[in-house]
């Protein structure tokens, strides 16, 4: 397993490098035990979220499990598995619901699950009834300020509670240019991969951030997925809502960095 240790170059949220061995160990040590008990599977409607992180998956996990016939795990390909198909095929019969679903990032498919061909996994996935839901983010600049408010603050949702946050960051310039090429090229690699697959598309900020917009998103997402309507409102809220030009310390810097490219447009949004 002469991959698992370079994983992490791959990760794109800072606050998800983890001791990779340890985590290939358990992953195949759950795997198994879920395995012995799903000799005779169950008929479940299934569907999974195909989404990087900070681009709203949460809201839409939380808020999809608040419907009385849905399960929706977070991240079950996390870790590494042996027969990934098969471990989420087994884990949608062993939920115990009418629908599952789970939400996995491209990289969790290319670099955990050593997936060569993510496009084909997911059309073998669409091949067998699964379902799936694109959630992207538009605002690559926001996109990065988001993963450095989350790692100042140790926390990356806020449902309300009080507690002491962050009112400014500093971006380091260099990281934000980085952070920017590998959420667009990973963007361009998801493409790719649905490219031709029957899915749902979802834009963080025009589907999911205004709290307006998201009765009727919750809608739609329920109609796709053939789900009985209910009323569904997110319990999660925006955790970052000012202008970039009072987030970012060096808001100037960043401006003058990305004056001329193509996502100096994104400063201007609120």
């Known amino acids: 397993m002469a991959w698992l240790p370079h994983i992490n170059e791959l990760v794109p949220e800072v606050y998800e490098h983890r001791p990779v061995l340890s985590m290939a160990r358990k992953g195949f040590q759950n795997e198994a035990r879920l395995a012995h008990w799903q000799l005779h599977r169950r ?6 979220i195909f989404a990087q992180g900070r681009t709203g998956s949460t809201l839409l996990t939380s808020t999809l499990n608040m419907h009385s016939q849905v399960v929706c795990d977070d991240e079950i390909l996390g870790v590494p ?3 990934p198909q098969n471990f989420v095929e087994n884990r949608a019969s062993d939920s115990g619901a009418h629908n599952f679903g789970f939400h996995v990032k491209i990289y969790q498919l290319s670099a955990w699950q050593r997936v060569d061909d993510v496009g084909a996994f997911l ?21 990065a300020v988001s993963n450095v408010f989350a790692e100042a603050l140790g926390a990356y949702h806020d449902r309300g509670r009080g507690g002491e946050r962050p009112r400014t960051v500093y971006m380091e310039p260099n990281r934000l240019l980085s952070d920017i090429k590998l959420r667009s090229r990973q963007r361009t690699a998801e493409r790719t991969a649905l490219d031709g697959l029957d899915h749902l598309t979802l834009c963080y900020e025009r589907d999911l951030e205004a709290p307006d917009a998201q009765k009727a998103t919750f809608t739609r997402i329920q109609s796709y997925l053939q789900l009985q309507q209910e009323d569904l409102v997110p ?18 810097e960043i401006q003058s960095l990305l004056r001329g490219r193509p996502e100096a447009r994104f400063l201007d949004d609120t």
């Open 43 to 48: 008929r479940v409607n299934r569907f999974l």
């Open 81 to 83: 598995r042996m027969f």
């Open 123 to 143: 059309g073998s996935l669409s091949a067998r009834g699964w379902k799936i839901i694109y959630l992207f983010r538009e605002n690559l600049v926001r996109h």
């Open 235 to 252: 319990d999660l809220r925006k955790m970052v809502t000012r202008p970039l030009s009072d987030l970012l310390q060096n808001y100037e």
